[in-house]
T-cell receptor, first 111, second 116 residues
Framework: QKEVEQDPGPLSVPEGAIVSLNCTYS??????FMWYRQYSRKGPELLMY????GNKEDGRFTAQVDKSSKYISLFIRDSQPSDSATYLC???????????FGGGTRVLVKP | EAQVTQNPRYLITVTGKKLTVTCSQN?????MSWYRQDPGLGLRQIYY???????DKGDVPEGYKVSRKEKRNFPLILESPSPNQTSLYFC???????????????FGPGTRLTVL
């Protein structure tokens, strides 16, 4: 079983819709939960991170963590064509500076 | 400008021909790592280094070598490449600790390797 599972998509939505992305993880020792965005032919860039159960908002982005279910989500409100990218969840364990990525979900926002 | 550079950006080679992909950072970061990215598998860590002369295996180290003789450079060596090493490779650098990963992590532009 992979440590972090993510639906590969693709996920196609109309402009303005809410994009909902999810990951599950298996190791309770994971401490910090991150979301990256990766445009085609580019390296990933960190969007946001959180460490506790609950929601964290940053503009149109909301990260949600449910540690009891080992489930993390990213919501993108009022999606724009410029949000079209691959989104990767990742989990960081401070001991050993270990960052483990999910497989990524490709998102396409259609004008 | 703070950056991580990788060379070459694209490489097509044949099975068994040794190759090196270079990675260099200009930010004096302690931590450097190599990832490969394959469809549906996300980024998987190959090797990482926490400082000069300190390297360790990641999740998929088989078939790869690294060295860290200087802080700024972290080359990835494929002694005898095979077709299953065809992939997109990323180098990354950051300071140690959570803040290093959240605030100041830089990825290189990627190297697309094809092994025939």
């Amino acid at each position: 079983q992979k440590e972090v599972e993510q639906d590969p998509g693709p996920l196609s939505v109309p402009e303005g819709a809410i994009v909902s992305l999810n990951c599950t993880y298996s190791n309770s020792a994971f401490q910090y939960f991150m979301w990256y965005r990766q445009y085609s032919r580019k390296g990933p860039e960190l969007l946001m991170y959180t460490y506790s159960s609950g929601n964290k908002e940053d503009g149109r982005f909301t990260a949600q963590v449910d540690k009891s279910s080992k489930y993390i989500s990213l919501f993108i409100r009022d999606s724009q064509p410029s949000d079209s990218a691959t989104y990767l969840c990742a989990i960081f364990k401070a001991a050993g500076n270990k960052l483990t990525f999910g497989g990524g979900t490709r998102v396409l926002v259609k004008p | 400008e703070a950056q991580v550079t990788q060379n070459p950006r694209y490489l097509i080679t044949v099975t068994g021909k040794k190759l090196t992909v270079t990675c260099s950072q200009n930010m004096n970061h302690e931590y450097m790592s190599w990832y490969r990215q394959d469809p549906g598998l996300g980024l998987r860590q190959i090797y990482y280094s926490m400082n000069v002369e300190v390297t360790d295996k990641g999740d998929v180290p088989e078939g790869y070598k690294v060295s860290r003789k200087e802080k700024r450079n972290f080359p990835l060596i494929l002694e005898s490449p095979s077709p299953n090493q065809t992939s997109l490779y990323f180098c990354a650098s950051n300071p140690l600790g959570l803040a290093g990963f959240t605030d100041t992590q830089y990825f290189g532009p990627g190297t697309r390797l094809t092994v025939l």
